[in-house]
């Protein structure tokens, strides 16, 4: 969600990055997509209907919704009975129970969500939030790689 809203508000300092990652999507070179639930329990109110808007006209793709039972899950063609990774949640919280700074667990459901759907970069300017996809990958050996956008996009370019 950070980086939407980057893309939205060009007084924001990752704006123009923003911009490059939504430009490399409009030529199809990467594909741009968030997870639902996360997406709907981070925003509200005018600010949702600005991304809503955004999402559509870029084409950022919904992924499947996690099979948990909660206010932001709805029924529909995306929701799957079982969709969900084996031992996320335990991982999760066994890392939060000894990190007084761990991300909030509402955030889980962005990284759960990229994990079900093997998808190859998690990327967020959320410094917390991609030291624990690191240590849910180091402690737990979940298949996660994340990255700010800034370092994504210099990867893509071979900057880094």
């Known amino acids: 969600m950070n980086i939407a809203r980057d893309y939205l508000e060009p007084d ?16 199809g070179e990467v594909e741009v997509a968030t997870g639902p639930q996360g997406y709907r329990l981070d925003v ?3 600010l949702a209907e600005q991304l809503e808007i955004v999402f559509r006209d870029e084409g950022v793709a919904q992924t499947r919704q996690l099979a948990y039972l909660s206010e932001v899950t709805f029924p529909g063609p995306d929701l799957f009975p079982g969709a969900f990774v084996e031992g996320f949640g335990d991982a999760w919280n066994r890392i939060a129970a000894t990190w007084p700074r761990a991300p909030d667990a509402r955030d889980g459901l962005h990284v759960e969500t990229h994990l079900m759907e093997k998808r190859d970069v998690f990327v967020t300017d959320d410094r917390r939030l991609r030291v624990m996809c690191q240590r849910l990958r180091e402690e737990h050996g979940f298949d996660v790689k994340a990255m700010s956008l800034q370092e994504y996009l210099d990867r893509r370019r071979g900057d880094a």
């Open 12 to 27: 924001r300092s990752g704006h123009h990055y923003a911009q490059e990652l939504f430009e490399l999507a409009r030529r």
């Open 44 to 46: 509200h109110g005018d």
